[in-house]
């Protein structure tokens, strides 16, 4: 949080990321929004690949190798559900070696090479998709709730400024793309085991947790949340808000 005398040095940015679907909601230091695209929000598309993946639920084609033995083809890979279906990358790799891999690949099963799938997801950090979320989170909050929200949560500035730093340990939660209690982009209010009261950011199926309003400092609730047992079921209570629209500033009136 700093002052800007000259209204160039802002620039008015997506929350969630764009790639995430997010839409312009709030004003933001220029350098700030360029160095999150770069370092954070770069990782969400592989993340939500991954994840698709894991979940049968990848319909979009993405690019993967298909190698047998020495031959290597491109291909397009989709699974849904439990089916995963590969097809040959049009004019993207030599007509020799394709042929090659059906022959070695068979009809009967008989002579088949060594088969191997090697998926590509780009570039992948988890936690830093994580921190991505962390951050939409918080921009969200604050259009909502306001500088009186915001301006205690040292420790969510200062992870989002150091990434590769562990500076909150837990934040992140693996939410349930069909739990009916969370639209699919939201904010909630309430109280969660292990946590008390608390702010929760919902991005289709990442989740952080955020400080409740007026708490003051945050230190204390990281380490609260610290303290919960690692891989417990997380347990919530409380009423969405809906993602913000337009900056509301709630508490600041």
């Not at 929760?200 to 400080?211: E, F």
Request: aromatic residues 8%; neutral net charge; charged residues 20%.
């Amino acid at each position: 949080m700093r002052g800007f005398r000259d209204p160039g040095g802002l620039t008015r940015e997506h929350v969630p990321a764009q790639v995430a679907g997010g839409r312009k909601l709030v004003l933001t230091c220029r350098e700030c929004n360029s160095a999150a695209g770069s370092v954070l929000e770069k990782h969400i598309g592989p993340a939500r690949t991954l994840h698709d993946f894991a979940r049968g639920t990848l319909t979009v084609p993405i690019p993967a190798q298909l190698v047998v033995g020495e031959n290597h083809i491109a291909v397009r890979l989709t699974a849904i559900g439990s089916t995963i279906r590969i097809d040959e990358a049009a004019n993207a790799s030599d007509p020799q070696a394709v042929q090659r891999v059906l022959a070695s690949l068979g009809v009967n099963g008989e002579h088949r090479a060594e088969t191997q799938i090697r998926l590509d997801f780009g570039t992948h950090h988890p936690r830093k998709a994580q921190i991505a979320t962390l951050k939409a989170g918080y921009l969200a909050a604050f259009a909502m709730l306001g500088y009186r929200y915001i301006a205690p949560l040292k420790s969510v500035r200062q992870q989002l400024s150091h990434p590769d730093e562990t500076v909150i340990e837990r934040f992140h939660l693996a939410l349930d793309a069909d739990t009916p209690s969370f639209p699919p982009m939201t904010l909630a209010v309430g109280e969660a085991v292990g946590w008390g009261p608390c702010v929760i950011a919902k991005v289709r199926d990442d989740g952080v947790i955020l400080p409740p309003p007026l708490f003051g400092t945050d230190e204390d609730f990281w380490k609260r949340g610290a303290r919960s047992p690692a891989g417990e079921v997380f347990q919530f209570h409380g009423g969405n808000l809906g993602w913000p629209r337009t900056r509301e500033y709630f508490l600041d009136d």
